[in-house]
């Protein structure tokens, strides 16, 4: 299979408001995988009909062979979505013993996976804290090690960094690419900043909905004759 995900014909509106016009994306597997766009483009939006969490109006979402929605697919994809999900009465552990047992780990692995989890977003000292004390940051961390418990084939990542400090950020994107060298995943990152869009291997830039340029990073530059992101973004956001 060399495709984790394929999109055909995918449109969504929302109360006759059309979202995402009809179009067609295809992912790679083994990579990462930017969304970039304006606010309100479409972005999450697109990604939560991935997961499966809303359905599309007309196209059909496949995901690592199986038609999206599909209860298997779940064990296999890990959501961070944009808002955090957590349980504020339980600790940052009780949260994750939580999900890991959603996910039917054994108990043997749960403590190794809860142990990894929270060593990547840099939540160890605090696993025993509860989330209603967690910071914003931290809560966005805790919902990253959330998505990656059950250790799943595709990461879906809504802006995954925010709030997040710059040396943490640096040491989940080296785990993000090392997922995708050595566990050849397959990740989906939704982002506003342009560092990480560099990062990724390919990206789609969106704009009301449609995918309006997509490549690798190098090829996006060219293709708008710009030395930076940044400035492909400004034209495709600003330039109608
Ligand atoms: N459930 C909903 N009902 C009505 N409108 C919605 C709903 N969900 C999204 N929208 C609208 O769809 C558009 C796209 O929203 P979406 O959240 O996908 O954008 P985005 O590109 O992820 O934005 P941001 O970068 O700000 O997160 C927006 O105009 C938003 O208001």
Redesign the pocket.
Known sequence: MKHAIIMEGIAKG??H?K?IQPLDLTIERSGIFGLL??????????IKMIVGLINPDAGRVTVLDYKVPNEALLMEIGYMA?SDALYTELTGAENLEFFAKLYRLSKKERSGRIRYAAEIVGLTNDLNTRVAYYSGGMKRRLSLAIALIQNPEILIL??PTVGIDPSLKRTIWQELERLRDEERKTIVI?T?VMDEAERCDKLAM?RE?AIIASGTPAALKEQYAVKSLDDVFLQIGGVR
Request: with cysteine; charged share 20%.
């Open positions: 929302f109360q408001k979202v766009g304006p606010s309100g483009c479409g972005k999450t939006t697109l944009q809504d802006e939704t506003h969106l909905g």
